[in-house]
């Protein structure tokens, strides 16, 4: 993140958008490959209006490729160009802890996506993806049988390998006592907290308007040595 200063100078977005492209190009042609999350300028208790209207030019440099946009401007807005200055020291542009707090939140699903899980450090309350292909083939799966018998589905049972086993080595125990119940069964191998919550958050009980969920998670969040 960079251009407050420019702001607080009397640049003009134009200006300040030209100056952080120049950064990125320089980036770019210093460490080649190299992915970009590019933070726009954190609103403040001056000149906001022109920072919301840099920030405009900013996000055009997204590419998804190399240059990520991070917007932050809804969580440290209480409305439209009026900060929460709860989150600010007394200047209304440095933050303070619970800030920062917010900040490292908000960033870190993007932030762990780029570095990858095995590189940084995963939360298990934070949606993380995985790109195995067991997984994702399930995942679409899930999601389709969720559009098919959403409104049937009185029953889910949702977890990792323990779940989805009952398919395998229950099956006989679930045809008969699970089955007729209408329960199906959302279990995905080698899931961790942050797995499920990813899966929530994309599609996999949209439209479930099921009764009872059995939930078994927790096995492969344990440390690995």
Do not use: C
Not at 132 to 155: F, T, W, Y
Not at 193 to 212: C, P
């Amino acid at each position: 993140m960079t251009g407050f200063n420019n702001v607080n100078h009397n640049d003009k977005p134009a200006d300040i958008d030209k100056g952080i492209e120049a950064i990125l190009k320089a980036l770019h042609a210093k460490i080649p490959g190299v992915k970009v999350i590019l933070v726009n300028i954190l609103p403040s208790g001056h000149h906001n209006h022109v920072i919301h209207e840099t920030n405009k030019l900013l996000a055009r440099h997204e590419d998804r490729k190399t240059v990520f946009s991070l917007d932050l401007t809804h969580v440290f807005e209480e409305s439209p160009e009026k900060i929460n200055t709860k989150l600010y020291v007394g200047d209304q542009i440095h933050l303070v802890k619970e800030g920062y707090v917010l900040w490292q939140k908000a960033m870190e699903p993007l932030f762990t996506k780029l570095l990858g899980a095995q590189e940084g450090v995963h939360h298990p309350w934070i949606a993380q993806e995985r790109n195995d292909a067991h997984h994702k083939a399930r995942h679409q799966m899930l999601v389709a049988e969720s559009k098919a018998h959403g409104p049937q589905e009185k029953v889910i049972f949702l977890g990792a390998s323990s779940v989805e086993h009952w398919g395998i080595d229950g099956k006989e125990l679930w045809d008969k006592h699970y089955a007729p119940r209408h329960a199906y069964n959302y279990g995905i191998n080698g899931d961790r907290t942050e797995h499920v919550l990813w899966r929530i958050a994309h599609g996999e009980l949209d439209g479930v308007k099921a009764k009872l969920v059995v939930l078994i998670i927790g096995m492969k969040s344990k440390r690995q040595k």
